[in-house]
């Protein structure tokens, strides 16, 4: 198999809708199935998300997931995306990146040795020391700003950010320090549509929005979002492409009902 030629930071650093670029296309993706599945769809980036410990492990936040759980699942994802052009970008999880700066090159490195050619992590302003050692460590970092899901206790929940006009100032500013810390892009989750234009046309990086409005650089879904598998809450910025959480039942029914009825395996499928 041919090598793709893998889209690179600098590549997508220089993506700009108001330079004529098209929206970049990220989803999230936790293992080597869903890393092919994003491959073969022709999407630009895959991020191992933190949301891993919602929608893979079942907690009800991001908080609960370390680095070693995240190294995990990039991983899997890199052996899944191996060869392909799809850049993958590893989260930072909580507390991964606040300690220390020693500790947050060496929680960094464990998601790049894993196979991530990036990481994310989320925060203005104050996150500023840790991104330029990040990238002083030659590893590009992705921002994420608005609302924030490992800052769920101090927002008081999973809040739209930014409403008041002193909130997108902030977020205008904070989008700014990101990018002279050196980000490569930045993630701008739940905010209002005017707020994520304002953003966007005050950086030279791309904006990745997720529930913020079309006026972004590009897009970010879940995987078990977008793909129907997980859809015990829908939130109003989730398009559902498809219903394979329901398609999965009725599938485990049929195959149940044949086991029960002896339908199955019939004689092609048994050894003689
Ligand atoms: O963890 C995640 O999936 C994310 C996206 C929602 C941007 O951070």
Redesign the pocket.
Known sequence: MSEAKKLTAPAVRARKVSNGDAPLVMV?AYDAPGARIADAAGVDLI?V????AMVVLGYDD?LQVTTADMAHHVAAVARGARGSKTLVVG?LPWLSYHVSVEDTLRNAALLVRAGATAV?L?GGRKRVPMIEAIVDAEIPVMG?IGLT?QSVHAMGGFKVQGKEANGAQVLVDDAKALVDAGCFSI?L?GVPDAVAKLVTDAVPVPT?G?GAGPHCDGQ?L?FHDLLGIEDRISPKFVRRYANLGADAIAAMQAYAADVRSGAFPNDAESYH
Do not use: F, M, Q
Request: no cysteine; net charge negative; hydrophobic share 40%.
């Open positions: 999230t991020l998300g933190d949301s891993l991001t989260d994310k989320e994420h899901p993630v989750e990745i997720i970010v879940v």
